[in-house]
């Protein structure tokens, strides 16, 4: 999956791009169009690299959020110019939409592709919109190469399944557009994505950070939390923590570009893996073709047949780091955890961290053996993760004198960990006693009462008038009366 960064009509921009090795980019045209009156002919072979990937879009989307309603004359006259522009540049990009306005209806969106797209191709991209259906998606899909889909949702209807059968059975390249969610860019096949959202660090103030195991992205009012808290991560990576929180321009779109191009590695990768374990779990064809005829009708001698994968059939152990043990005269057999592991030095993220243990083929030299089985234990764990805590703390606060006193918000989350932690504590070895009786007595005996504090208490007890019904107490009171006749609206 190929993803394409938006923004590409604004050069600050595609510097941006050029310098962190971007080779994706795509341009919007009603973006273009804001920014330049095309007095002389704007030509994309001019303004980006020979090995720049561009993908054109229409920039249609911008007139189909307006809550008041286009002129269409002046929309139509903004869709040729579109249409020109294409014909100036088709041969220079890897694809473009078409002027999906849906002020201009359904119809005359199709009638332009039929009259003008067609020429050119698989770098034709129809958009399909929700408000069009499934059946309109299904027809794009059976008569074009490339379909580009504004949404993946109809309704309360996931379409993901949709697209994943159209790109697998009639091989549709999809391309998503304005993808902002990691997760639907891993769950749909697409041939790939475009997105602005690595820019909302210098629109809105946001902050991407790639963990290692995923992208996150944090709001402008965390944006200082979040940079105190990756410093290590942005200076292992290469980046100037100090500029990152000074809200340096230049360094947090570096920032944002390299944490969307790891995410991209990682989907990609993973990608290749589902695809590997998906070619290995289909069945031989050749085998497929005679699964359903008798074993006699295969023909031929047995050592003509092909044979299937010998399995070597092995004794089973245990996973590693699990032990299985019984206590002494308890009935059952009972989990526990042993401090071997299955961790190698070469696989290990902390490999690039000057782990003190670290050896290049080596397994790793570390080990936890760890029993909890008593109170005691429990006890034992609870008191070494409240000293660690603390610990932890006490190194944070020293780090908040180093950069100045100012308060650190994350600092602050971990000292209401540890009051929490300490409450926790506190409530659990406090001494506790509780007692619930229940009893029940048949008609003529002695009751409960009266067998505890003698019958002429329990009499006592009996005379007690029974709680007054809410309305009675209300009239008795001097709030006021109970209405009791009827009201009308």
């Known amino acids: 999956m190929k993803l394409y960064y938006g923004g590409a009509e604004v ?47 229409s920039g249609a989307h911008t007139y189909n959020k307006q809550e008041e309603a286009p002129d269409l004359a002046q929309l139509a006259e903004v869709a040729g110019a579109y249409e020109a522009f294409v014909a100036a540049n088709a041969e220079r990009v890897d694809a473009f939409t078409e002027f999906d306005a849906l002020p201009l209806g359904l119809g005359w969106i199709q009638a332009r592709r039929e009259d003008y797209y067609l020429d050119f191709g698989d770098k034709f991209m129809p958009v399909w919109h929700p408000e069009w259906g499934i059946d309109d998606l299904e027809a794009l899909a059976a008569s074009y190469r490339r379909v580009a889909i504004v949404q993946t949702a109809l309704g309360d209807r996931d379409l993901i399944p949709v697209l994943n059968m159209l790109a697998g059975r009639r091989g ?24 602005t959202s690595w820019l909302s660090p210098i629109k809105f103030g946001d902050t991407f950070v790639w963990t290692g195991q995923e992208l996150k ?9 979040a940079r105190k808290r990756h410093r290590t991560l942005f200076t292992m990576a290469g980046f100037d923590s100090a500029k990152i929180a000074a809200d340096d321009p230049n360094e947090v779109i570096r920032l944002s570009l390299w944490s969307w191009q790891r995410l991209m590695d990682d989907v990609n990768s993973t990608r290749k893996r589902d695809e590997v374990s998906e070619r290995l779990r289909q069945p031989d064809p050749v085998l497929a073709d005679r699964g359903n005829l008798p074993a006699a009708d295969l023909g031929g001698d047995s050592a003509d047949r092909p044979a299937g994968p010998q399995v070597e059939h092995r004794d089973k152990i245990l996973l590693p780091g699990i032990s299985l043990f019984r206590s002494g005269g308890e009935d059952g057999t009972h989990l526990g955890i042993r401090g071997d592991n299955l961790r190698r030095c070469d696989t290990c993220f902390l490999r690039e961290r000057n782990c003190p243990g670290y050896k290049p083929g080596a397994d790793c030299l570390y080990e936890m053996p760890i029993e909890i089985k008593t109170a005691a234990d429990v006890k034992a764990v609870e008191s070494a993760l409240l000293a660690m805590q603390t610990q932890r703390v006490m190194f944070m606060r020293m780090a908040e004198d180093l950069e100045g006193g100012y308060a650190d918000p994350n600092l602050s989350g971990e000292i209401d960990r540890l009051t929490r932690m300490i409450k926790a504590q506190r409530e659990g070895a406090a001494d506790k006693f509780s007692l619930r009786i229940e009893a029940s007595n048949r008609p003529g005996e002695v009751s409960m009462l009266g067998q505890i504090f003698g019958k002429e208490a329990a009499g006592k007890m009996a005379q007690i008038e029974p709680p007054s019904v809410v309305d009675d107490m209300i009239k008795e009171s001097m709030m006021g009366e109970v209405f009791e006749g009827e009201v009308i609206e």
């Not at 390249?173 to 790939?192: C, D, N, Q, Y």
């Not at 992205?217 to 939390?225: G, L, T």
């Open 11 to 57: 050069p600050s921009h595609r510097t941006w791009l050029q310098e962190a090795g971007i080779d994706h980019a795509y341009l919007s045209y009603v973006g273009l169009r804001r920014r330049i009156k095309f007095a002389r002919p704007w030509l994309i072979k001019d303004k980006f690299p020979g090995g720049m990937h561009v993908l054109l879009d």
């Open 172 to 195: 549709t390249l999809f391309h998503g557009i304005a993808m902002t969610k990691p997760s639907v860019m891993r769950a749909v096949r697409w041939e790939s994505v475009g997105s």
């Open 217 to 225: 992205r944090y709001p402008k009012a965390y944006k200082d939390q």
